[in-house]
């Protein structure tokens, strides 16, 4: 029997985040080892982030939004899928939400997003390029994200565009936007949080501090002590957390999103991270950190962490955590090998719909119909 005490999250929450924790870390693992094979080209990994990207995508609810960056590959599969149809032998049938049955089939939005990362043509951008350069909007399913854009700190204000709609249209939603610490010396996230606080908007900023954004270490970026300091200055609400420690995580977020929704306006999330990889993949950008200040880093990885934590409170037991992980590995072996069959774009896939859908998309769509049919 696990031990439930005030504040744990329950045995459905804990074995969501196991099974997206184990997926993301599988994708993460599969990605890399391609990419220093030279299969693939540069990739941003998300080793170090699992239990803070989980933890927050976990507790949305159908079209709140999530607004990412380049290591927040674990939030994206919490956001999008349903466990208990991709893994029904890990779960239980109460683990069965009422938003699993509006969401798509996972397998194949799996598929989409290998297809996505690997450049290829059932990606979502059609493979016009190879990354998390996308989105996936549909209000039927509940699926509000919208991906990134290079200029990371020009997301921020994207974030609390998506959460004054929210306002606007008087619901109760809310939207969870990520950004690393380097992104925090840009004027976009002073502008965006002045905002924020004077509209009091339904949004969440987590910051993702891994202490060296690219490759700058904290005292040459900023001042403070902590970055949630600078929230009070707002007028909205604040909080550092360990995000390697998965309660911790799940508390913090469990708050923000209260006061979201009950209109008490924003709150600045700051997830302290292990920089357990380069900003990507073969840039260098690790190698500049001191050797021992890596291994140390190395000793936190969140994945260990939390399972020894589920087995202390009788959450899980060697048997479970192993077929967690073997199941996570296979269901991604098999997406990237689907993903690899797929093929590649061809030139004209390059004319592809810019517009979100609605009536300019549509004439959008119209335009290029005529162009190929000429």
Known sequence: MAEQTAGTPSPTTLRRAHFFMRLSRAWDSRFESMARAGNIGRWYSAVGNEATTVGAALSLLPNDALSTVHRDLGAILTHYLDPTRLAPALFEPQDRTAWDALRPDPGALLHRLASQVLGRRDGFTRGVDRSFHYGLIDRATGLRHVGMISHLGAMIPVAAGLAL??????????????????????????????????????????????????????????ACEKLSDRAPGYGIAGETFDGTDFEAVHGAFERALARARTGEGATL???????????????????????????????????????????????ADAARIAAVQETATAIIEAAVARGLATPEPELHEAWRNPFAPGPVADAFARQHAEVTRG
């Open 269 to 315: 999330l700051e997830a302290m991270l292990p920089r357990m990889r380069g900003h990507a993949e073969g840039d260098g950008s690790y190698e500049l950190i001191a050797a021992d200040e890596r291994a140390r880093w190395l000793t936190h990885d969140p994945l260990p962490r939390f399972e020894a934590w589920l087995t202390r409170i009788g959450a």
């Open 165 to 222: 709609a929210n306002l606007q249209d008087g619901n109760q939603n809310v939207v969870v936007g990520f950004i690393g610490e380097g992104a925090t010396s840009q004027g976009d996230f002073h502008e965006a949080l002045n905002m924020a606080g004077v509209m009091k908007l339904p949004l969440i900023l987590v910051v993702e501090n891994n202490r060296y954004a690219f490759s700058t270490p904290l005292h040459e970026q900023f």
